[in-house]
């Protein structure tokens, strides 16, 4: 129980670490003058969030594959981060979009840790037991997999703006 309160305090404390960087950012964009034209400046961010929105897609795409059958070809070909700069987040989301970004990430980056990474950091590709035998790692996958798909899904919706 200590052990699981401890790694949350580390997974809160990076986060709230990389919050920090990017609300630094933010701050020192407002008080730089862009070289950008706003048209140019709209467009590229837009670009950004479209980019940033696709490689969540992607990652929930994975993860969705496991509940009827593991793949791990799909895990592992997943992309591992959303690809932006601190800066580049800064300039293209709102800082709950942001928070919606990092936790999506987070979380994805912990259900890979936890149940795909081999001792030597490699995904696994082989599992014990099937989805019928409880407490199984095939099962436990499925389950969580199950129970993570509706929290992405809602953060999903954050990073995306439709909901605030």
Known sequence: MNLSILMLLIV???????????????????QQPT???LAD????????????????LQVREAISKQVNN??????????????????EL???????????ITHFW??????IETHWKTEQGRIKT????????????????HTVSNRLLPQLDQLLKRIKGDEH
């Open 12 to 30: 809160m404390y990076r986060t709230l670490s990389v919050q920090k960087k990017i609300l630094q950012e933010q701050l020192e964009l407002l």
């Open 90 to 100: 800064a300039e293209a989301f709102d800082s709950k979009q942001i928070e919606a």
């Open 41 to 56: 400046k709209e467009r590229l961010c837009e670009e950004w969030k479209s980019y940033v929105f696709v490689q969540a």
């Open 70 to 87: 593991l793949h791990p070809k799909l895990i592992e070909d997943a992309p591992i981060s959303h690809g932006l700069t601190n800066r």
């Open 106 to 111: 987070n979380l994805f980056h912990q259900y």
């Open 126 to 141: 082989v599992f014990k037991g099937s989805i019928n035998i409880d407490g199984s790692e095939v099962h436990r996958i």
């Open 35 to 37: 070289n950008f034209k």
